[in-house]
């Protein structure tokens, strides 16, 4: 037999939008779970700001080698390195529950004031997906302050003469040694924004589920997975965590995030109003007994991508 969709009403939570909570025939009414895996965070620098829009530069003291200059010659004067600047223009999103004087009088069950406790929830459940959009459009849509996507081959330094750097790989390839081995190289030979060596360490892999098997063959083995010789593997590819993240959209993309210190950080999750609360009413309708608003206000996006290594995946 077919599966049977059930009709979901929208708006007003009344006595006819909730028929289980009032259908003298149900002996118990179950709450489903309502579980936000809680993922995003680690990756992103939380600001507190209390402007509608909100703006970082970057400033550096990393000057040129000093040169040979001998007592009589002028001194050479050095100028530190300005960064770019990037621009969050914060965004407030509100929801609430309204509830009838009828809904609650007439329930069976105390099942209402349960249902009301998905507002919250809802709050989590939109953190993780403006912070797992970095990943999932950060190829072609979400940019950095240099104007580049977030996961590009043509990232500037901050001094142009430095040239250009890449933190994504130029193939689509899978989760194997030789792809990451790849990743830790670019990381290896990444320079700062003079020019000289800056190296980064992996810290974690980032993935989808669809992966876990080819990332845990990788971390977890103590020989070679591709080799039938059984060759011992190297200790960098059991060094870094794995981090699995169910709220990637792409089922190849993985991503290697490199050990950093918080104020390396490239990605920003400004909150202008964290979830707010308060309890909502009808003034035109007393019948409209019981309700609550959330309001929260906030912008999520990368101010540079540096700390990242991301591949497309195959």
């Known amino acids: 037999m077919a599966a049977t969709p059930i009709y979901q009403s929208s708006g007003i939570m009344d006595h006819r939008s909730l028929r289980h909570a009032y259908d003298k025939t149900m002996d118990k009414i179950i709450e489903i779970s309502d579980n936000v895996p809680r993922e995003g965070a680690p990756f ?70 349960k249902m009301m406790k998905g507002l919250p929830k809802s709050a989590e459940r939109l953190e993780e997906l403006a912070i797992a959009k970095l990943f999932n459009d950060g190829f072609a849509t979400e940019t950095t302050a240099d104007g580049s996507y977030v996961f590009a081959t043509d990232h500037y330094h901050e001094d142009p003469s430095a040239g250009q750097y890449s933190n994504v790989s130029a193939t689509n390839d899978t989760f194997t040694t030789s792809s990451f081995f790849a990743g830790w190289l670019n990381m290896q030979n990444r320079k700062n924004e003079k020019g000289f060596t800056d190296f980064m360490i992996p810290g974690q892999v980032l993935y989808p589920p669809a992966i876990h098997e080819a990332v845990m063959k990788v971390h977890g083995s103590d020989q070679y997975p591709q080799d039938s010789l059984n060759a011992e593997m190297p200790e960098l590819f059991g060094a870094f965590e794995p981090k699995l993240m169910h709220w990637l959209t792409s089922t190849t993309n993985w991503f290697i995030h490199a050990k950093a210190d918080e104020a390396d950080k490239g990605f920003r999750f400004i909150w202008e109003l964290r979830p707010n609360y308060m309890s909502l009413s009808d003034g035109m309708n007393p019948d409209m007994i019981m309700g609550k608003r959330l309001k929260l206000t906030f912008a999520v996006g990368a101010v540079h991508g540096k700390d990242w290594y991301a591949n497309n995946g195959a």
Do not use: C, H, M, W
């Open 44 to 113: 992103v620098q939380y600001v507190d700001s209390q402007l509608e829009t909100y703006r970082e530069g970057q400033i550096s003291s990393v000057l040129e080698v000093p040169e040979r200059n001998e007592d009589t010659a002028r001194i050479p004067i050095l100028q530190a390195v300005e960064g770019y600047a990037k621009t969050f223009t914060n965004i407030q999103r509100r929801s609430g529950i309204l509830v009838s004087e009828r809904a609650v009088r007439t329930q069976k069950t105390q099942a209402i004031s």
